[in-house]
């Protein structure tokens, strides 16, 4: 069974979320703590949004390579 275009959308926002978070430390305020991924969606969601779309080209561009 193939899967949703709403599954496909969101394991390529999960595979978006896990690379910024492997590739930039959290960040500790008082005694809370956040990850790269949820700063940069609720502090400028457009940066997310673009990063997201350019994520999801280089994973099509890897998959039509193989």
Same mark, same amino acid.
């Given at each position: 069974m %193939?899967k %949703?275009?709403l599954e /496909?959308d #969101?394991e390529i /926002?999960?595979s978006f979320i896990d #690379? *910024?978070?492997?590739?930039?430390p %959290?960040? /500790?305020?008082? $005694?809370s703590t =956040?990850?790269? @991924? &949820?700063? #940069? &969606?609720?502090?400028d969601?457009? @940066? =997310? %949004?673009?990063?997201?779309?350019?994520?999801?080209? $280089? *994973? @099509?561009?890897?998959e039509d390579?193989?």
């Amino acid at each position: 069974m %193939s899967k %949703s275009q709403l599954e /496909k959308d #969101l394991e390529i /926002k999960e595979s978006f979320i896990d #690379l *910024l978070n492997d590739v930039y430390p %959290s960040v /500790k305020i008082g $005694y809370s703590t =956040f990850t790269p @991924a &949820e700063i #940069l &969606e609720c502090c400028d969601p457009v @940066a =997310f %949004s673009i990063g997201l779309i350019e994520n999801e080209d $280089y *994973l @099509a561009e890897l998959e039509d390579e193989t």
